[in-house]
């Protein structure tokens, strides 16, 4: 607990903001209330209770959030029917005793009293008895202090996975308890600001909305309590529901740039994208709602926001409480002052200005205490700079014109003036939206270039989304007072629609009932059971692209909350005396022979050879036959012990089995984040002159990234003339002046134009990727013919694996497994190997889906068996 | 106080209701929750209570919890010594 810190005589600032032991007189309510519950609110609490437990079930039935976030909701639970029962003067402090409950719940004993002292820290700082400038210079010195250890300049103060909870506890909530402290009457009570600062939900969501000190205050069971009681469990259905629509849009909508061939990908992408968002909404809800159920009435997190009418009015939708913080901090104090000095019109503008501006830096802090990075990245200037740009123009609009506002919806009005106003600002967000999302202004300018492609259902696509769009948005959905025409039927009750729709996706949970949907609609039902990462994420992971810190600033948050459950110190190979790098060679870099190093917490060693393998002649033994592997980390074995990588398994069961003709030598060149062209180059490079009879290829299963990566790169160092036919390949998708010199420019015709003047300029890097991707397809055609005639020209059978990460699942080729088809290769697919089975137990761990030692035995058999399976092809147990 | 309520509610009415129920506006009717008063529309309201009764407002009294509710309202004008 912190001291009471009632200081002796001291300034009326001082005096204002001691804190007191006790509560301040309760509000009629709280006394009236009693302790105990009558009949009636007993039985709407335990109504409460059934749609809490049905929102567990469904949060355990889709998986939904984290495994962390479903153990507070039970505590949530359990705690509320605690709460609900005692009398409303203890119901403060009890919701302070279940918010550090939650702490130790999730961050074990040590971990959560760290956080709680640090905590405790800054508030008593809020309380000492000296001025209050000084005691917000030293929470700024003291915020400077854990800055430093959170960027690891200092010594860490708590744990790594401490940081984000207790950065978003009080990186703005602080700022909001001061403020009350100077202009509040009331003193602040021990139990208000406990529960303020460490409250319950926090604890699992490190993105949390920035709750108003007084409002927290104020709405604490300031009406009925069972009706607060019904809208928290309202609100965490519609979070879910919420959750639910984002991962459908995440699994089904969202297209990468690289993906985007026409206007219709564009619009697809532009509004996949602006739906994202829903992820946010959906966990505002939650927090608010759990909230609700301890009896904070706290106003709507977001509301309606996608049928905003006006830029302004969009601003006043979409997380309200940052609105409010914004208002109260930035924009009041600012407009309050400046109207003194340029009057009203001016002083309206510079606030907007300084809101805007404040909103973009706090975004980057409040990234930076999440992930330790603080990004200024153009699209993030750009957006909030256009943004409030606008909100500027259009505030100055309403102050002319004003702005017609309404006590009653009446939904059955439809307005022509209104729909066209919500289409036109939700297509605008839209694109802006886009613009703030994309990874950087090159791949935002590609993404329209893609959009001269159009094709006559991307105008019908276009043509249904603005009905669908100018139908609802016509209907001015709320107001502030119901229009009430009789009494409300009993089905439409909240508790009943609230109860309904929690039972109604339970049932779209039952098999039978999705089968009944057909085969699509229950594709898509059960893809939304589990926190799978959609294909964009799945290839950056299985090829270890997060692997590198410092891309973790870019990652989605589905894959980021994946990511940020390794624990902190693994290294990956770059990090190693294993890697070398080869700039000037097309393969770029492979494994350093006889080096050791410790990839994922796994000791690792190679060969003279610079294989991840016992040794091996150089010659072919006589009466020995030789498998050569190449792929990327799942082949090299990261996760797993020397001895315990597939190759290793596979050659002990080739030479156990008595009735193989010969004896047999596996041979590992797999390098971790190797692309197809990467294994190409090993091929080329020394796989022949080992004398393989067959060479096993393994990749992931899109043409993606990690070839786009290895393509820009091998551009880059001019490695690519090694191959002049892919050179041509990538001459023809347009790329040109590149490395070249002088500054990058976009955009083809604004490099002519520079170059007619004289102007060095080359293409940009981005450009060069996206221009790569266009030519993918034929990039891994033309490759796979390569290695085909190269290996049978070597007297190899090439084999290409597919199938061999736990997370794969069966299904119809893949792209790359046609590929390989085509060019000739044998190719088999390990994917029903897991099916059956959770794949969790093959895999190194939940952050991991590479193969452990059991993945690896399990591989080492499934390949055994498509060998024999295919000998006719593979010639390896009837050697003819 | 019931003056300063008729008063203020008049001017909501006009300024940022026009062609509303006047019974449906209330003592207790949630004026920024509601978003019948945006910051716009406070710096308005801000604006005619300074003209109206010769007050100075500050910045952090454009909270919820001081014009919340023409309620609210009253009681702000009211503490800053005018008589209703």
Redesign the interface.
């Known amino acids: 607990m912190p001291p009471n810190l009632t200081g002796p005589a001291a300034p009326e600032d001082v005096l204002a903001t001691t804190l007191v032991m006790t509560p301040a007189a309760p509000a009629p309510t709280e006394e009236s209330a009693g302790a105990v519950l009558s009949g009636v609110e007993f039985g709407k609490t335990l109504v409460v209770l059934v749609q809490l437990g049905l929102a567990a079930l469904v949060i355990r039935q889709f998986q939904l959030e984290s495994r962390t976030f479903y153990n507070v909701f039970l505590l949530a639970t359990g705690a509320f029917a605690i709460h609900a029962v005692l009398p409303l003067k203890h119901r403060l402090a009890f919701f302070a005793l279940v918010s550090f409950a939650g702490i130790a719940l999730v961050f074990g004993p040590r971990n959560g009293a760290m956080l709680v002292a640090v905590g405790l820290t800054l508030i008593a700082t809020c309380h000492l008895p000296v001025r209050f400038s000084v005691r917000v210079a030293l929470l700024l010195a003291m915020t400077v202090v854990l800055a430093l250890s959170r960027a690891g300049t200092l010594p860490p103060i708590v744990a790594g996975e401490v940081w984000p909870i207790l950065g978003s506890m009080f990186m703005f909530r602080l700022a909001v308890y001061l403020h009350a402290l100077k202009h509040d009457p009331t003193p602040p009570t021990v139990a208000r600001t406990l529960a303020y600062f460490f409250m319950l939900p926090n604890v699992c969501y490190p993105l949390f909305p920035v709750v108003d000190y007084t409002t927290f205050t104020r709405t604490h069971y300031d009406t009925d309590a069972s009706e607060i009681h019904q809208r928290g469990t309202k609100w965490i259905t519609r979070g879910l529901l919420h959750l639910l629509l984002y991962r459908f849009v995440y699994l089904h909508l969202s297209l990468d740039v690289t993906a985007i061939r026409s206007l219709g990908d564009v619009v697809q992408a532009i509004l996949a994208t602006f739906f994202l968002y829903l992820r946010v909404s959906g966990q505002f809800h939650l927090i608010a709602g759990i909230l609700h159920l301890f009896g904070f009435n706290l106003p709507e997190t977001h509301r309606l926001y996608y049928l905003a009418s006006s830029i302004t009015d969009y601003w006043r939708r979409i997380n309200i409480y940052w609105k409010d913080f914004m208002m109260k901090l930035a924009f009041y104090p600012s407009f309050f002052r400046l109207r003194r000095m340029g009057g009203d019109r001016t002083a309206l503008i510079w606030s907007t200005i300084v809101v805007f501006a404040a909103t973009w830096l706090l975004h980057s802090y409040q990234w930076f205490w999440l992930r330790s990075v603080f990004p200024v990245t153009a699209p993030d200037l750009l957006f909030w700079a256009l943004l409030g740009g606008l909100v500027v123009v259009n505030s100055l609009r309403e102050t002319k014109r004003g702005r017609k506002r309404t006590l009653k919806a009446d939904k059955t009005a439809w307005s022509a003036s209104l729909a066209l106003r919500v289409a036109g600002t939700f297509t605008l967000l839209a694109v802006l939206w886009s613009l703030w999302s994309t990874e950087s202004i090159i791949d935002w300018l590609w993404m329209w270039h893609q959009a001269a492609t159009v094709q006559p259902r991307d105008l019908l696509l276009i043509a249904i989304l603005l009905a669908i769009g100018l139908a609802i948005g016509g209907v001015v959905w709320d107001a502030p007072l119901a229009a009430k025409k009789g009494p409300t039927p009993w089905y439409l009750r909240p508790d009943v629609r609230t109860t309904g729709v929690l039972a109604a996706l339970l049932v779209i949970r039952i098999p039978t009932v999705q089968d009944r949907g057909g085969e699509r609609v229950a594709g898509v039902l059960r893809s939304l059971e589990s926190t799978a990462l959609n294909s964009r994420d799945r290839a950056l992971q299985q090829k270890g692209y997060y692997e590198k810190l410092d891309n973790r600033g870019g990652l989605s948050m589905q894959l980021w909350n994946v990511v940020q459950q390794q624990p902190p110190g693994l290294l990956s190979l770059s990090d190693t005396k294993m890697y070398r790098t080869r700039a000037n060679d097309f393969l770029g870099y492979d494994l350093q022979p006889l080096s050791e190093g410790v990839i994922q917490g796994k000791k690792e060693t190679t060969n003279r050879w610079g294989m991840r393998d016992r040794d091996y002649t150089l010659d072919k033994p006589a009466g020995t036959l030789r498998i050569a592997l190449t792929g990327p980390s799942f082949t090299m074995g990261t996760g797993v012990e020397d001895n315990e990588t597939y190759d290793a398994y596979l050659e002990t069961k080739l030479n156990e089995d008595a009735s193989a003709p010969a004896h047999y030598e596996v041979l590992n060149f797999g390098v971790a984040a190797y692309s197809i062209l990467h294994q190409m180059r090993m091929l080329d490079d020394r796989v022949y002159r080992f004398h393989p009879d067959v060479v096993v290829l393994t990749d992931g299963r899109l043409p993606d990234g990690p070839i786009v990566s290895h393509l820009t790169r091998a551009v880059g160092q001019i490695t690519v003339g090694a191959y002049p036919e892919l050179d041509s390949i990538l001459r023809k998708a347009g790329i040109s002046d590149f490395p070249g010199h002088g500054p990058p420019l976009p955009i083809a015709w604004l490099r002519r134009a520079a170059k007619a003047l004289g102007v060095p300029v080359r293409m940009p890097e981005r450009e060069v990727a996206l221009r790569a991707n266009t030519a993918l397809d034929d990039v891994v055609a033309w490759s796979f013919r390569h290695m085909a005639q190269e290996a049978r020209a070597h007297g190899a059978v090439p084999v290409f694996m597919d199938g061999a990460f736990p997370t794969d699942s069966t299904g119809p080729d893949t792209p790359m497994m046609r590929h390989a088809r085509e060019a000739g290769f044998l190719v088999v697919s390990l994917a029903d190997i897991w099916n059956g089975q959770p794949r969790d137990e093959f895999m190194v761990a939940p952050w991991d889906p590479h193969p452990n030692a059991r993945g690896m035995q399990k591989i080492a058999d499934g390949l055994y068996r498509q060998l024999r399976l295919h000998d006719a092809q593979a010639h390896l147990f009837h050697n003819n | 106080m019931d003056a300063i309520i008729r008063t203020v509610k008049e001017f909501i009415l006009t300024?940022?209701?026009p062609g509303?129920?006047p019974q449906?506006?209330t003592t207790s009717?949630?004026l920024i929750?509601?978003?019948?008063l945006?910051?716009?529309?406070t710096?308005d309201l801000v604006?005619f209570l300074e003209d109206t009764y010769g007050i100075e407002l500050?910045?952090?009294e454009?909270?919820?919890?001081r014009i919340g509710t023409l309620a609210d309202i009253a009681k702000l004008v009211t503490s800053k010594g005018v008589v209703a």
Request: proline share 4%; hydrophobic share 40%; net charge negative.
């Open positions: 300024k940022f209701l509303e129920d449906s506006l009717t949630p929750s509601s978003g019948i945006d910051s716009l529309a710096l604006a500050a910045a952090h454009t909270d919820a919890s």
